[in-house]
């Protein structure tokens, strides 16, 4: 399979404080997209960086990538209650340099709760 | 801009029967893919269509097919339902659909076979 994994798979903390989730992926991709899924309802598009980008902001979001160790982070700052949802990392594998057309292969996602 | 909209948002059918979702992508987007959510294989791709072709396709059997239409709507067929097919059927558009691009989901189409 060429999933990538995410850990933790749950991660439960205080509103005010900062979350952590990471992400590793097998192959070399084209770009890395973080998704936010609140009980079982859409994916809200959060972020996308490309394989030659190394860091990108939004807002409270800070997501990095490390290319040589097939890894990504995603850092939720200052968390609030409404933070509270699924997150996943979703990777865009391409083929031999080219376009994956649209397939997009996601990790199994970390749950965060943010308690008030 | 009007986001991704999907019809039905739940559906209940039993096993043998087959059954269509829609998919409205955003305006300007030419690429719709279609994923499968369940607990226990999580996110999974099912195709992709552009320009009403379509040019990517994931490991499912053949009783799942879909469409895109010129106006850039797709839909999915799954015929001869499964109990395992019950699941969140996402579809996602995006501009062109590699690369670069973004994709924006809708809200999803719940189905449940019994």
């Known amino acids: 399979s060429q999933q990538g994994e995410e850990d933790p798979q749950a991660l439960s903390i205080q509103e005010g404080e900062n979350a952590t989730m990471n992400c590793s992926y097998k192959?070399?991709?084209?770009?890395l997209q973080w998704y936010r899924q609140n009980s079982g309802r859409g994916l809200v598009h959060l972020i996308l960086?490309?394989?030659?980008?190394r860091e990108k902001h939004s807002g409270r979001l800070r997501v990095t990538l490390d290319t040589s160790k097939k890894s990504s982070s995603l850092l939720i700052t200052a968390s609030r209650a409404a933070d509270t949802a699924s997150y996943f990392c979703?990777?865009?594998?391409?083929?031999?340099?080219?376009?994956?057309?649209?397939?997009?292969?996601f990790g199994q996602g970390t749950i965060l709760t943010v308690h008030p | 801009k009007a986001g991704v909209t999907q019809t039905p948002r739940y559906l209940i059918k039993t096993r043998g029967q087959q059954v269509t979702l829609s998919c409205s992508p955003i305006?300007?987007?030419?690429?719709v893919s279609w994923y499968q959510q369940t607990p226990g294989q999580g996110l999974q791709f099912l195709f992709e269509?552009?320009?009403?072709?379509?040019?990517n396709k994931g490991n499912f059997p053949g009783r799942f097919s879909g469409r895109q239409f010129s106006n850039s709507r797709s839909e999915m067929n799954v015929s001869t339902l499964e109990l395992g097919d019950s699941a969140l059927y996402l579809c996602?558009?995006?501009?062109?659909?590699?690369?670069?691009?973004?994709?924006?989901f809708g809200p999803g189409t719940r189905l449940t076979v019994l």
């Open positions: 996602a558009s995006s501009f062109r659909g590699g690369g670069y691009n973004e994709q924006f």
């Open positions: 192959t070399s991709i084209n770009n």
């Open positions: 960086i490309r394989s030659n980008e």
């Open positions: 979703a990777t865009d594998y391409g083929n031999a340099g080219g376009t994956s057309y649209g397939k997009l292969t």
């Open positions: 305006s300007g987007h030419r690429s």
């Open positions: 269509y552009f320009s009403e072709t379509q040019r």
